[in-house]
């Protein structure tokens, strides 16, 4: 019943943009219990919001461990480390998830910044054009990502 009563109230805090508060939340759980899925869940949210990209992609690495069917997951562990800098790792990070990634728009996006940034045009091209084939709100984002400054969008 504790753990439900924490979980709640770090989730409660990550609603209201309070991630310091979520995290201290969690960090009163038994260490077995802060390794478990959901509380991983939050942690990573709340370490995302606080733009804590490295300890957030060694959460979003521990998720994807226990849920590699969770293509979520490695989209956000991907997102982390590119956020960290290390644009290769998060490249690869991607490319290991599940195959239902491949039907996922924001997967081609994604995979495209991290090829362009990686000096990979061609390849950062094609996904960006399965992108918006897929989901043509890809373009306007396209047009403003800092990460794919100079790609030609037509």
Same mark, same amino acid.
């Given at each position: ?9 770090? /989730? ?13 939340? *969690?960090?009163? =759980? ?5 390794? *478990? @899925? ?5 942690? %990573?949210?709340?370490?995302m919001e606080r733009e804590q990209w490295n300890a957030a992609s060694e959460?979003? @690495? #521990?998720?994807? %461990?226990? /849920? ?9 562990? /991907? ?8 644009? #290769? ?5 991607? =490319?290991?998830g599940p195959k239902t990634l491949f039907e996922m728009a924001v997967f ?9 940034t990686l000096g990979e045009g061609p390849r950062a091209r094609s996904h ?8 043509? +709100?890809?373009?306007? +984002? ?5 990460? %794919? ?6």
């Amino acid at each position: 019943m504790v753990v439900t009563k924490t979980l709640r109230a770090a /989730a409660g805090w990550l609603e209201l943009g309070l991630a310091d508060e979520a995290l201290y939340e *969690l960090q009163a =759980l038994p260490a077995e219990v802060q390794r *478990l @899925r959901a509380p991983l869940e939050l942690k %990573l949210a709340a370490q995302m919001e606080r733009e804590q990209w490295n300890a957030a992609s060694e959460t979003a @690495r #521990l998720l994807c %461990l226990k /849920a590699e069917d969770e293509p979520e997951f490695f989209l956000r562990a /991907a997102y982390c480390l590119h956020e960290t800098g290390d644009t #290769l790792a998060a490249c690869n990070q991607l =490319l290991r998830g599940p195959k239902t990634l491949f039907e996922m728009a924001v997967f081609h996006y994604n995979l495209a910044c991290y090829l362009w940034t990686l000096g990979e045009g061609p390849r950062a091209r094609s996904h960006l054009q399965q992108a918006i084939k897929m989901d043509e +709100s890809f373009l306007e +984002s396209a047009r403003g990502d800092r990460d %794919l400054v100079g790609i030609d969008l037509t």
